[in-house]
């Protein structure tokens, strides 16, 4: 069973950062990898981890926190690791070169879904109603958001969606196992191990398919120092540390709110137009997640009072 957590504001802080920040990040891939930019996707992302995580493990360093996992930490990292950097973000990286990022987007929401049907399967329970809605009203609300795209002729074709499926699927994975196998170490810790390992696999990658070596733009380089300070370093970390004070159920939101945040940073600072697809679909996405929200609450609420019952008993 996973263990039971309360809503915090410390959390929801965290949550936040990930709301914002990652609702950037499909912008910044496109711009690092597209055509003429430099970069070959798994260098891209492979020195994106690599030096993020050294530079807090750096900070760990500095900071005197325990560096040293031991063997079931070691183990949880590298499978972490794996399954959140080259099956998740991998993959996207690897599909954007041929598919718009709106139509990534939409295939990344159905996060919340794999991870509510991980943990049903896990905990040997189903999950309620109100949750079960909610996630589909969310991921409602995302494909009306990209109604105007699928309707445009968006560049995508099979393998690359699939692709992108499949990362939503390893990113899931990665992410229920963080939750149910947490490790000894602090988060900042933690989050470095996860990129270095995951950097390792994605060098190693990049030489098996013998990739150039990067020659980046001044764009390019701009796009990956975004995602290396802001992308790995802040949000990965605020990621890891809402899985540790926050019900999964709830920090999966972010692949609903995500798509939202792109919108409206696109309205804000490129004045691209909001139409009544945006506001419909926005909408979908906050009843969804205030949805979710509703379910954690209960649960909360639930063991509270399960609790004062237990110790009026003791008493």
């Known amino acids: 069973m996973e263990e039971k957590k309360k809503i915090t504001p410390a959390g929801l802080i965290n949550l936040l950062i990930v709301y914002f920040v990652w609702g950037s990040t499909y912008l910044a891939i496109r711009v690092g990898i597209r055509s003429g930019s430099g970069f070959q996707p798994f260098w891209f992302g492979g ?59 939409l295939v990344v929401a159905s996060t919340p879904i794999w991870v509510a049907l991980f943990e049903s399967i896990l905990d ?13 009203v969310g991921f409602g609300g995302i494909i009306v958001l990209s ?14 969606i699939l692709a992108v499926m499949l990362a939503s699927f390893s990113w899931s994975s990665g992410l229920v196992l963080q939750t149910r196998q947490p490790v000894s170490l602090s988060r900042g810790v933690s989050s470095a191990y996860q990129q270095l390992f995951g950097g390792v696999f994605f060098a190693l990658i990049a030489l098996l398919a013998r990739e150039p070596l990067p020659t980046p733009t001044t764009e390019a380089w701009l796009a990956w120092g975004y995602l290396v300070i802001f992308g790995s370093i802040f949000a990965f970390t605020a990621f890891v540390s809402a899985l540790q004070q926050l019900p999964t159920s709830l920090v999966t ?3 609903y709110v995500n798509p939202v945040i792109a919108v409206l940073l696109g309205w804000l600072i490129l004045r691209e137009p909001i139409t009544p697809w945006t506001i419909i679909g926005g909408l979908f996405v906050l009843i969804g997640v205030t949805g979710i929200f509703r379910v954690n609450n209960k649960k909360a609420h639930q063991e509270l009072g399960s609790n004062v019952e237990q110790k009026q008993g003791e008493e």
């Open 47 to 105: 020195l994106r981890v690599l030096v993020a995580g050294t530079i807090l493990l750096l900070l760990g360093v500095i900071r005197g926190k325990d560096i040293r996992p031991n063997k079931k930490d070691i183990k949880v990292l590298i499978a972490s690791g794996f399954l959140l950097w080259i099956g998740g973000n991998g993959l996207v990286v690897l599909a954007e070169q041929r598919i718009d990022s709106g139509i990534a987007a």
């Open 147 to 160: 109604l105007p795209l699928l309707t445009s002729g968006v560049r995508a074709d099979i393998l690359s």
């Open 253 to 255: 939101t972010y692949a």
């Open 124 to 136: 040997k329970r189903m999950p309620s109603l109100l949750l079960i809605g909610s996630l589909i």
